[in-house]
């Protein structure tokens, strides 16, 4: 096989999707054969580039983003006509020959509602007139779940017959190193006296649930990383701490340390976070929507991302199952073989 992967995760800061690209290359290159040529391309801007055994690594052009993949991408592919691309990230270079192409979920299609700016407005734009092309012109998509797939064909008929399902997993979270001295950082909270989450501003993973579901649990403390609310909401209680953007090392140290770990999601295509939370041992409060039941199972403790009524001390004193039967049924190797099998069947 002859394929060419999409690098332009590679200069992006590390959410879910470029999480998926990243840990999903590493896999493939334990499956890589000799007869094989797969090559990484990636654009000067990338950071932090795995050293590979058999996948190479080729730096081509100059910027980054959509414009490195729509223009300096695109013409390295069409010179090299005879390789497939493999595009991790929702989006292609228009206009090159079919290949494989990821939709991690269609949340811009569905909800167009949420994105009001200028900026999201164009963002939606762009995305929506990819999952049309995507749909139509590459050979094969993969996605991360069921309910994603269901989703793409629901709206996007063209795409049925053409999607397989390729997991994410959170065997990466073995990688990290907790940060011990995580109280130093962050004095005012006590292990397993706070609730945790990772949060943004997306409207999608609902932060207005922990605002207002502290407001009616006092004597409760959060703790939210990421990007600050402040902006969001003009009142927030003072029992709500806001961390901004946090280290790895920090991020683990306060999901083992949290008294549950908090992901009240309208939307999700999978929901890595609450995987990687149950993988470091932690409670999971989690929304009852979309994918998420179908990843979480009977391990974590379910919400209605709606209803902010609820006594989170009595929540956690139902039982729920132990997380390693539904941790086995995510592995980046496994996820890695099924991604390899879709590339030497197209």
Known sequence: MKIIING????????????YARELTLALDNFVTEADTVILIISPQAKNVPLFQKIKVDTIGSGSGIIWEQTVLRSYLKSHKNFMCLNFSNTVPLLVQPGIT??????????PQ?????????????????????????KAIITVSNFSKNDIEKYYPMAKGKITVVP???????????????????????????????????????????????KRNLDCVFAMAGKNYETEYKEIPSN???????????????????????????????????????????????????????????????????????????????????????????????????????????
């Open 168 to 214: 994410d997993a959170w065997q990466h979270v073995l990688r990290y190193k907790e940060n011990e001295h995580w109280q130093e950082k962050y004095p005012f909270l006590e292990d397993k006296q706070f609730f945790f989450s990772l949060a943004t501003l997306s409207k999608n993973k609902n932060g207005k649930w922990i605002i207002e579901v502290a």
């Open 240 to 346: 709500v701490h806001m961390l901004g953007y946090v280290s790895n090392e920090d991020a683990c140290a306060l999901i083992k340390h949290c008294r549950a770990f908090l992901f009240p999601s309208l939307y999700e295509g999978f929901g890595l976070p609450p995987l990687e939370a149950l993988a470091l041992g932690a409670e999971v409060i989690s929304s009852n929507t979309t994918s998420l039941p179908e990843v979480l199972g009977d391990a974590v403790h379910y919400i209605d991302p709606l209803k902010y009524d609820i006594d989170i001390d009595e929540l956690l004193k139902h039982t729920v199952a132990k997380p390693e039967r539904i941790l086995q049924n995510f592995d980046w190797q496994k996820s890695a073989m099924l991604l390899y099998d879709v590339i030497r069947g197209t």
């Open 102 to 111: 990821a939709i991690h979920d269609i949340m811009y299609k569905v909800n």
């Open 114 to 138: 949420d994105y009001t700016t200028l900026r999201n407005r164009l963002s939606r734009y762009w995305h929506v007139l990819q999952y049309w092309y995507i749909t139509r012109h590459e």
């Open 8 to 19: 332009n995760f590679m200069a992006r800061r590390l959410t879910g999707v470029e999480r």
